[in-house]
């Protein structure tokens, strides 16, 4: 029998991850292969090219823009500093004079006879890519970037704001059903990937970024929180791109809902260890999920070539978190998986699944419904 696609988030203590560090554009790589690199490391590095700026240098000196070229004092590839006399005309026998300065330093990209416009190009802008985890370098594109491979504890969330960042674990509740508030977040945690229970406060996001923490692992964020945190509404873009001083990665959903006990028992297990963490998340299309990344010290160098198998479907047994009303965000496992469709309330048909929760009722439900908990 076939089975429906499922989603899942990952959540395991041993996993090979490989991640591509690419540059925006040709560069040059500064690592060799087999490399053994730190999340701050440097693998590649390139020249975005400036910002062009026009001088309207025909208008500036009054003349017609076919003369530009003959008062340029400054030609095409030269460099300029901002202030600069580029252009310069003289009238009446050369008693009175008129002058272009540049706005910007840069270089002169081009000088137009039609326009009367010289494009100055602003100083490239350096970009460098980091390594993002600790591992080996297993593979090198030729000035575009590398691979990085670690063996890894890996944990998906659910949902993320705030881009790349890594810090030492540090579990700052009691347990999965705690909320994390304000008076949990101490000035030790500077640096640190702090790991709560069952919700994060607003106020606790704000401390947190006062006290520069990098970044916040928990189950459950409250959905007014998260607008009023991002100045507006988050539709359907993704996130990652935020730069508001902290990375914060939601394993459960919106609200308060408890870490799931084996997510957050991971995570206890991994504290002290360095964590790298992302909070991109794409919902449609091209999914990216928010993830933190703990790699195992005693593999480095032992990693295999090979990542996981691909997920085959659940079964009886697997574990799986409901994704819609009414039990959204309850965890539970599969304990029936009839072959037949079923008409809904909705008056359509689908393939169901029986789930049994943690307290022991069972619920019948859409497999679409479903996410699956891999691990």
Do not use: W
Request: charge should be neutral.
């Amino acid at each position: 029998m076939g089975h429906a696609y499922t989603p899942g988030l990952l959540v395991t203590d041993h996993l090979v991850v490989t991640k591509r560090r690419i540059l925006p554009l040709k560069g040059e790589v500064v690592v060799k292969l087999g490399a053994q690199v730190l999340p701050d490391t440097v693998v590649a590095k390139t020249d975005l090219p400036g910002a062009v700026e026009p001088v309207n240098v025909a208008h500036l000196l009054g003349v017609p823009p076919e003369d530009v070229p003959h008062c340029m004092l400054k030609r095409d590839g030269e460099m300029v500093s901002a202030g600069e006399v580029i252009a310069q005309s003289k009238s009446f026998f050369g008693l009175f004079k008129s002058e272009a300065r540049a706005k910007s330093g840069g270089k002169i990209e081009s000088v137009s006879h039609v326009t009367g416009q010289v494009l100055l190009r602003g100083q490239p802008v350096p970009v460098e890519v980091h390594a993002y985890v600790r591992g080996e370098v297993v593979e090198i594109f030729a000035r575009e970037g590398v691979a990085v491979r670690t063996m890894a504890t890996f944990v998906q969330g659910i949902f993320g704001i705030g881009g790349e960042t890594h810090g030492l674990v540090k579990v700052v509740v009691s347990g999965p059903t705690d909320v994390l508030d304000e008076a949990q977040i101490k000035p030790e945690h500077k640096d640190c990937v702090i790991v709560g229970g069952s919700l994060v406060t607003a106020a606790a996001l704000k401390r947190a970024i006062a006290l520069k923490v990098r970044a916040i692992v928990v189950g459950g964020f409250d959905d007014k929180d998260l607008r009023d945190f991002l100045g507006h509404d988050l539709g359907v873009a993704i996130t990652g791109s935020e730069d508001l001083g902290v990375t914060l990665v939601v394993t459960e959903g919106f609200g308060q809902i408890n870490m799931a006990d084996r997510t957050f028992q991971l995570l206890r297990s991994c504290e002290g260890r360095e964590a790298s963490v992302n909070g991109a998340t794409q919902i449609r299309a091209g999914v990216i999920r928010p993830e933190v990344v703990i790699p195992v010290a005693e593999a480095m160098g032992k990693v295999p070539p090979q990542g996981r198998e691909d997920v085959k479907g659940l079964t009886i047994g697997s574990p799986i978190r409901v994704i819609r009303d009414p039990y959204f965000g309850n965890l539970g496992k599969v304990s029936a998986l009839p072959p037949e469709l079923k008409k809904l309330e909705s008056e359509s048909v689908a393939r169901i699944l029986e789930v049994e929760f943690a307290n022991g009722s069972k619920a019948t439900i859409p497999r679409a419904n479903v996410e699956a908990l891999e691990g």
